[in-house]
């Protein structure tokens, strides 16, 4: 079911995505699904890689202090519902449902994380490709 809310967003996201803007660079985005874990840990970024229900498969150390919730913690709870409730929103979790039902996301936008923390403004980048989902958030 369509949602214009939902859709216009999308729409906004995927352009920013294509316009250049987001903070990951091309080399790390497409290199991202046959990183180690080391590698995903030494990011410069917030590395959040989940499968399709949102059950969080890694979760790295840029992440976790940029959330205070260790990765032991995070790996295989729902990060729309255990980790993040604030993200379950039609802006958010919008858009990660909108790049499932597309089969591809490259999306861009900001946010505001307000859950168990100060309010917090970040970018995020809504990353799938061969199947596999990504997030990726950096503070503003």
């Known amino acids: 079911m369509s949602d214009p809310f939902v859709d216009t967003m999308w ?3 995927t352009k920013a995505a294509a316009g250049g803007g987001s903070f990951v660079p091309a080399a790390e985005l497409s290199g991202l699904n046959s990183m180690s874990g080391a590698q995903v840990d030494a990011l410069p970024y917030g590395a959040v890689k ?3 229900r949102g059950t969080i498969q890694v979760y790295n150390r840029y992440e976790s202090e940029l959330g205070g919730i260790a990765p032991a913690h995070a790996i295989g709870k729902n990060f729309f519902t255990d980790i993040a409730p604030c993200t379950n929103n039609k802006v958010f979790r919008g858009c ?3 790049g499932l039902e597309q089969g591809n996301a ?3 936008f900001s946010y505001t ?3 168990k923390m ?3 403004e970040v970018k ?3 990353h799938r490709a061969g199947g596999v989902n990504w997030m990726l958030i950096a503070k503003k």
Do not use: R, S
């Open 106 to 108: 490259d999306c861009l």
């Open 118 to 120: 100060k309010p917090t």
């Open 11 to 13: 729409a906004t996201a």
């Open 113 to 115: 994380f307000t859950y």
């Open 50 to 52: 989940i499968d399709d």
């Open 124 to 126: 995020v980048h809504l």
């Open 96 to 98: 990660f449902t909108k």
